[in-house]
């Protein structure tokens, strides 16, 4: 697993996705910064993690997509499924270079609040909540955008696929409002990543949501494996 994060890791900025995927998030995140807090001169927060849910739709696609439809494109798969490394491992050190570049743009994002430190009182359990929050966000998005990799050997067809995926998930919570049976109502939000999310916004550490975003993770990177175990012996 460790040679195949490192080759990962290395191929992100041995070629443009790397850059562009930092430039683009760092960007948009500081601009997403500027607008919700200091031009509306608020130490909420609430207001920035939920435009960065919305755009890590549009953003995670871009580490995904190529991860297994570019080894399909350049017949380079094969070497993949013969090699001495078990299908968890390749799959899974695959997971951890997209996550690493994911949790790392992240984390350099978050360096803004100390701006909010020096002007206003920022409730630190709250921030630490969201954060916490987007990097269980992205670590599920990233697993389903490896899944849909796995699929196809197109870059834009893996792209819009997840994206389609991602937007499911994040909208579905919305139709509750206009939806009055309740039995459709906890299905939906049952599956929402948005329902979730928003415990961790007020700083409440939720168990149950860290469980739900853990085990989709897990089961669309099972999944994965199970896409190469066919090809395997199929």
């Not at 601009?31 to 739709?57: E, G, N, Q």
Request: proline content about 1%; hydrophobic content about 60%.
């Amino acid at each position: 697993m460790l040679a195949i994060y490192k080759r990962e890791l290395s191929a992100y900025f041995s070629t443009p996705i790397g850059y562009v995927f930092c430039a683009i998030f760092l960007a948009l995140s500081g601009a997403v910064f500027s607008y919700t807090t200091l031009f509306s001169m608020t130490a909420d927060v609430t207001s920035y993690f939920t435009v960065m849910l919305l755009l890590l739709v549009i953003l995670v696609p871009l580490l995904t997509m190529k991860l297994f439809s570019e080894e399909r494109k350049q017949r380079t798969e094969q070497l993949l499924l013969t090699a001495p490394v078990s299908l968890y491992a390749m799959v899974g050190g695959k997971f951890l270079a997209a996550y690493t570049l994911f949790a790392g743009c992240t984390l350099l994002s978050f360096l803004s609040f100390f701006i909010l430190y020096l002007s206003a009182h920022v409730k630190t359990a709250v921030l630490f909540g969201n954060l916490v929050a987007i990097l269980l966000l992205g670590m599920t998005f990233i697993a389903i955008g490896i899944f849909v990799s796995a699929l196809t050997e197109n870059q834009l067809a893996a792209a819009i696929g997840t994206v389609a995926i991602l937007l499911v998930l994040v909208l579905v919570s919305f139709l509750n409002s206009v939806i009055s049976v309740y039995w459709i109502r906890f299905v939906l939000s049952s599956i929402s990543v948005f329902a979730r999310f928003q415990n961790f916004t007020q700083g409440v550490f939720d168990i149950a949501a860290l469980f739900y975003y853990l085990s989709v993770s897990a089961v669309f990177l099972f999944l994965t494996v199970r896409v190469f175990e066919k090809r395997r012996w199929g």
